[in-house]
Each structure stands twice: as structure tokens, then as C-alpha cells.
């Protein structure tokens, strides 16, 4: 890690510590090795550093985006977050912490991946605490090129609802599972997983769905 990047994360672990942080009571002793750690274990993936542009879903407190950000100086990030509280101390921290290659989106990543500037224009997009894995995929696919991916953060793992998730993600959202992989370990890591999946082909027809669909009911639901 550089010592840039150093000085930045150690920023971000001061701004994600005070008060009115967007990040829960209980985690804010535990930020470095809850939030940072865990978004950092996104660096191990290969997909990850060979992004020119990559887009952070449901950004929150701007994790992961912000850190990976932090350590991917050469990509441009476009962290997207709906709450207009979250979206103001995610631009402050990208300020304080020196990163230029980072912009923030006051929208629902439906009406962002509706529009030019978002639908299909991101080799990588990352997604942590957002939902379900379906969900999470469904809001993911149309902001991908075809042949870019997308890293999920996840707890302890569900073999069962992978393979439901899996029999549908090809045909409903053109995305296939290519590893999951175990965080490692740290403490606080516990169980977290990151699932790794490829976009194949173009998005497919009818994708975004409305806002609020792909959580109402997601692709495969009974």
C-alpha cells in the first residue's frame, strides 16, 4: 500500500469514526477491521485492479468504493447512493481523503443504469450490504459492459439459495457466478464471503425493472 494511500484510509477511519458517520454505533469500534479490512479484501480479485471504470452500488458510508478507491488511483469510480445524507459525507470523505477519481450520484442505481452515462459503462461494479444475491445482481447488470464483473460482499454462505439464484442470473441477468471465495481472515472477518460473477452478454430486455422490484421480487422468488 502507498503511503498516499495510507494517509487516505486512515482519513476515512477517522471521518467513519465521528458521530453522525452513516455506519452503525455497534461497528464504529471495529472500523478498521469490520469496514476497512472487509472492503480491502476486494483488492485480492484481479478484476478488481484492472478496471479503468468501476461503479459502487448502494455506497452508503462509501464502502467499499472509497477504500478501493483509495488504492486504485488509475480507476474512476462512480459510487451511487440514493440518500441524500449518505451521498453529502461520502463527497466530504472523497475530499478530505485527496481522491480525485472519485464522483458520487444522488440516485437509485435503477435511474442511474436507465440513463446514458450509466447503462452498460463499467468494467467492474461492487456491492456491499445491499441485499440479497439476487437483488443485489439484478440492480448490478445493466450498469456492466458485457464481459465486465461484479463483487459481491456477503456473510456465511447459503448453498441452497445459490444454486436458486444461479438456475436464473444467466437468463434474467445475463451474469454468471465464477468464484466465492472465503475474506480472509481478520478479526472481525467471521464468515464474509465475496461472490464473483461475469456479465455475458448484453443486458438482457426489461432490466432495470421499476425501483424497488428487484427487492419486492426478485428473479427465482417462490
Given at each position: 500500500m502507498s503511503t498516499s494511500s495510507g494517509n487516505s484510509l486512515s482519513r476515512l477511519e477517522r471521518l467513519l469514526?465521528?458521530?453522525?458517520?452513516?455506519?452503525?454505533?455497534?461497528?464504529?469500534?471495529?472500523?478498521?477491521?469490520?469496514?476497512?479490512?472487509?472492503?480491502?479484501?476486494?483488492?485480492?480479485?484481479?478484476?478488481?485492479?484492472?478496471?479503468?471504470?468501476?461503479a459502487d452500488i448502494g455506497s452508503g458510508a462509501g464502502l467499499p468504493g472509497l477504500p478501493l478507491a483509495a488504492s486504485l488511483s488509475q480507476t474512476e469510480w462512480v459510487l451511487i447512493e440514493a440518500t441524500g445524507k449518505k451521498c453529502r459525507f461520502i463527497e466530504?470523505?472523497?475530499?478530505?481523503?485527496?481522491?480525485?477519481?472519485?464522483?458520487?450520484?444522488?440516485?437509485?442505481?435503477?435511474?442511474?443504469?436507465?440513463?446514458p452515462e450509466g447503462r452498460e459503462r463499467f468494467d467492474l461494479v461492487t456491492a456491499r450490504a445491499v441485499g440479497s444475491l439476487p437483488t443485489t445482481a439484478e440492480l448490478a447488470s445493466p450498469l456492466l459492459r458485457p464481459g465486465g464483473h461484479l463483487l459481491i460482499w456477503r456473510g456465511a454462505r447459503d448453498t441452497e439459495?445459490?444454486?436458486?439464484?444461479?438456475?436464473?442470473?444467466?437468463?434474467?441477468?445475463?451474469?454468471?457466478?465464477?468464484?466465492?471465495?472465503?475474506?480472509?481472515?481478520?478479526?472481525?472477518?467471521?464468515?464474509?464471503?465475496?461472490?464473483?460473477?461475469?456479465?455475458?452478454?448484453?443486458?438482457?430486455?426489461?432490466?432495470?425493472r421499476r425501483p424497488g422490484m428487484a427487492s419486492k421480487r426478485p428473479f427465482g422468488a417462490e
Open positions: 469514526s465521528e458521530p453522525d458517520a452513516p455506519v452503525s454505533l455497534a461497528s464504529q469500534d471495529e472500523i478498521p477491521t469490520v469496514h476497512l479490512a472487509d472492503s480491502l479484501a476486494g483488492l485480492e480479485f484481479p478484476e478488481t485492479r484492472s478496471a479503468a471504470r468501476a466530504r470523505a472523497a475530499s478530505e481523503m485527496g481522491l480525485t477519481n472519485v464522483e458520487v450520484r444522488a440516485k437509485r442505481t435503477e435511474e442511474f443504469s436507465s440513463a439459495s445459490e444454486r436458486g439464484f444461479e438456475r436464473v442470473a444467466e437468463e434474467a441477468m445475463a451474469l454468471e457466478t465464477l468464484e466465492v471465495r472465503s475474506v480472509s481472515p481478520y478479526p472481525g472477518s467471521r464468515d464474509r464471503h465475496i461472490h464473483l460473477l461475469r456479465k455475458n452478454g448484453p443486458t438482457p430486455d426489461g432490466l432495470p
